[in-house]
């Protein structure tokens, strides 16, 4: 079902989040308090607007709480940030995700209702950091403080042997979610399927038991 989305702040955050989204077919409305950054995407989303976020007025004119999703992607400026996010819960946004310039910030945001906060650059720094320090990780994805989903290239001691066969959920307490195999990808792999060498592994469960697994199994 489409859904009706606010980003309000068009950096490159925000401007990638609606341009995405209304690649996607979504209603789109575009915010911001540069004329630049909204001409520029007018011709994107479905409504772009000039306006300053932290007038409650503002807000309420546009209809702000008929949205379903609201992302603050409000740049350098903290207390904009935090003032909009702020008036978007009073007003009975349902959902809310906003953008965090650092923990503190983050904190102050989760503290005064925000449902998601967003904290690009610390996430994808995680991100590279795990896919350049192993050869065998190909990509990483943060779910949680504590849980991941990681690509795994299958190697010699994976490769020909059954998921059953090597009995990984149970030894090690991590999942395989899908397998890529060239241009193909199984999901939901059945038990009794045959991992090849090269095949590329879905893996998803706590950090602690894919680094056990990593370490023992692939790089062992």
């Not at 320090?133 to 690509?151: A, M, N, P, Q």
């Not at 994976?158 to 991590?174: K, M, P, V």
């Not at 590329?200 to 062992?220: C, P």
Request: charged share 25%; with cysteine.
């Amino acid at each position: 079902m489409k859904k009706d989305f606010a980003v309000i702040g068009l950096g490159r955050f925000g401007g990638s989040i609606c341009r995405r989204l209304s690649e996607l077919g979504m209603e789109v409305l575009a915010m911001d308090n540069n004329e630049e950054r909204v001409n520029e995407y007018a011709s994107i989303a479905s409504h772009a607007i000039l306006g300053d976020s932290t007038d409650e007025a503002v807000l309420k004119e546009i209809g702000i709480r008929n949205f379903d999703h609201v992302i603050v992607a409000i740049g350098d400026n903290i207390q904009a940030s935090i003032l909009t996010t702020l008036i978007l819960k009073e007003l009975g946004v349902k959902h809310v995700t906003a953008k965090a310039l650092n923990d503190y910030h983050e904190k102050v945001l989760l503290k005064i209702g925000a449902d998601v906060v967003a904290h690009p650059e610390r996430d994808m720094g995680i991100r590279i950091a795990n896919n350049i320090s192993t050869s065998t990780v190909l990509d990483y994805l943060e779910l949680s403080d504590e849980h991941s989903i990681v690509e795994i290239v299958a190697n010699e001691r994976l490769g020909g042997n059954t998921i059953i066969g090597l009995n990984i959920r149970a030894r090690y307490g991590i999942n395989i979610v899908a397998i890529k195999r060239g241009s193909d990808i199984i999901v939901s792999p059945l038990a009794s399927e045959k991992i090849w060498l090269g095949d590329i592994l879905i893996v998803i469960g706590a950090d602690t038991d894919i680094e056990r697994f990593r370490k023992k199994v692939i790089e062992d």
